[in-house]
Nanobody, 117 residues
């Protein structure tokens, strides 16, 4: 099993910044990728940013140039730095780990990000 503990989030004005961190523990050697997803009210959960075990990082078009995902292998942590936040970034953000065996995906508990205009 993999446990994911998220931190960060909160309320910020448009144009501001927030940082989300996700610390993984447990069966770490089976993790293929980690990333952040978000779900706004009434919408489906969507990818925000994801980093594979080899270091390849991908971003949703809506956050490119504003968000940066980084990984600290020593701490088994991924951090999402969010700059130039917009009201449309408001959502619950979930950390996710993709693993090589069933259940293949683990989710964190979610953290709220609210961007006021």
């Amino acid at each position: 099993q993999v446990q994911l503990v998220e931190s960060g989030g909160g309320l910020v004005q448009a144009g501001g910044s927030l940082r989300l961190s996700c610390a993984a523990s447990g069966r770490l050697f089976g993790i293929n990728a980690m990333g952040w997803y978000r779900q706004a009210p009434g919408k489906q959960r969507e990818l925000v940013a994801r980093i594979r075990s080899g270091g390849l990082t991908s971003y949703a078009d809506s956050v490119k140039g504003r968000f940066t995902l980084s990984r600290d292998n020593a701490k088994n942590t991924v951090t999402l730095q969010m700059n130039s936040l917009k009201p449309e970034d408001t959502a619950v953000y979930f950390c996710r780990a993709d693993v090589d065996i069933v259940p293949y995906v683990y989710w964190g508990q979610g953290t709220h990000v609210t961007v006021s205009s």
